[in-house]
Nanobody, 114 residues
Framework: QVQLVESGGGVVQAGGSLRLSCAASGLTFLVNAMGWYRQAPGKQRELVSTITRGGVTTYADSVKGRFTISRDTVRNTLYLQMNSLKTEDTAVYYC????????WGQGTQVTVSS
């Protein structure tokens, strides 16, 4: 089992920044990759960014150049730095950890106002 707890969401004006954190605990040494997903009202959950055990990162086209994923392997914490936020970034953001199955956090709301 891997437990994930997100934090850092909130309300921000368009053009602003937020940093999300995801604290992982449990069998973290089994995790192959971690990532951030988001789900806006009425839409399906979508990939935002991932990072593998080896440090390879991927980003959705919609966030490239604005969001940065990183991790602190000592603190077992995943981060998502979000800059130049847009109203369309408004969603619940979920932390994901992939072992043989996926583990999810409870989500943190990000609201970008115009």
């Amino acid at each position: 089992q891997v437990q994930l707890v997100e934090s850092g969401g909130g309300v921000v004006q368009a053009g602003g920044s937020l940093r999300l954190s995801c604290a992982a605990s449990g069998l973290t040494f089994l995790v192959n990759a971690m990532g951030w997903y988001r789900q806006a009202p009425g839409k399906q959950r979508e990939l935002v960014s991932t990072i593998t055990r080896g440090g390879v990162t991927t980003y959705a086209d919609s966030v490239k150049g604005r969001f940065t994923i990183s991790r602190d392997t000592v603190r077992n914490t995943l981060y998502l730095q979000m800059n130049s936020l847009k109203t369309e970034d408004t969603a619940v953001y979920y932390c994901n950890a992939r072992v043989t199955i996926d583990f999810w956090g409870q989500g943190t709301q990000v609201t970008v106002s115009s």
